[in-house]
């Protein structure tokens, strides 16, 4: 006999591991709508769609890259915005495989508790879409962070610093 879940609230006989995968779901759910709900509510929706729809190789080099990474952005865009900060881009490169970034923070986001996340997240976005073949950030953003922020990001981040 199959067993069947209810998406709409937990069943009685669930397991723990499966309730925990059910309610970590569901704040995904919500995170993610709540998210998308803030930039569009915050952003020029048109400009990001035709930045969207412009290869990011075409824009190295242009005023318009650090815009176009923004609005490749999914959830991390609205922390990113709505804690005052941005990103910056130290060097960009085309190459055969995509686009080769070197990224810093700008803004509130510099030496945030929260900008090991913020890094993994940008990375992760970018990295989804196939147009960007690496994506590695400065290392003076180390600098930024104390001694347990630095050790932690180095260590559990994921994120190559340059």
Do not use: W
Not at 119 to 145: A, H
Request: glycine share 12%.
């Amino acid at each position: 006999m199959r067993e069947t879940y209810n998406t709409k609230s937990p069943s009685i006989g669930m397991a723990g591991d499966d309730l925990a995968d059910f309610y970590r779901n569901q704040a995904e759910d919500s995170m993610e709508k709540e998210a998308a709900k803030r930039v569009a509510e915050s952003s020029d929706q048109e400009l990001d769609k035709r930045l969207r729809n412009t290869p990011l190789v075409d824009l190295v080099g242009s005023d318009e890259l650090v815009s176009a990474i923004i609005a490749r952005l999914g959830a991390v865009r609205a922390a990113l915005e709505g804690h005052g900060g941005g990103v910056k881009v130290d060097y960009a490169e085309a190459t055969d495989d995509g686009v080769d970034l070197v990224l810093n923070l700008d803004g509130a986001c510099i030496a945030c508790g929260a900008a090991p996340g913020t890094l993994q997240g940008i990375q992760s976005d970018l990295l989804e879409g196939g147009e960007v073949s690496r994506v590695r950030f400065s290392k003076s953003l180390l600098d930024t962070f104390d001694e347990l922020g630095r050790e932690f990001v180095l260590k559990h981040g994921g994120v190559t610093f340059v």
